[in-house]
C-alpha cells in the first residue's frame, strides 16, 4: 500500500476530469501511480484513567498518554490528540 496525499490527488482528478481530452480513465490511472507519497505514521492509542471521584461527586479522566485531565470521555485526547480505545469498565 502506497499512502498518498489524498487532497492533491483529487485536485489534479477534478483538472483532468474538466480539461476536455478523450483519455481521462487512462490519464487518472497514470496520476494515481505517480502520486506523492506521504510519511504515514503509526496511530498511537490510549485510554482514559478513571480518577476518584471529588467532594462534587464527579470523576475526572487522565490521559494514560500525556495525563492531560479531562471531564469527560472523548474518542480523543483534547490535549495530545491521541485516539482512546473504548472500555466500558468504568
Not at 498518498?4 to 483529487?10: G, R
Not at 467532594?55 to 485531565?69: A, V
Request: glycine share 6%.
Amino acid at each position: 500500500m502506497k499512502p498518498v496525499d489524498a487532497d492533491e490527488l483529487f485536485q489534479k482528478t477534478i483538472y483532468i476530469i474538466n480539461d476536455g481530452t478523450d483519455d481521462k480513465v487512462l490519464r487518472i490511472v497514470v496520476g494515481i501511480s505517480l502520486a506523492e507519497t506521504v510519511e504515514a505514521r503509526p496511530v498511537k492509542h490510549g485510554k482514559w484513567i478513571k480518577r476518584s471521584g471529588n467532594r462534587y461527586m464527579f470523576c475526572i479522566y487522565d490521559c494514560s498518554e500525556c495525563r492531560c485531565p479531562n471531564p469527560i470521555k472523548t474518542k480523543y485526547c483534547p490535549n495530545c490528540g491521541v485516539e482512546m480505545k473504548e472500555e466500558n469498565n468504568d
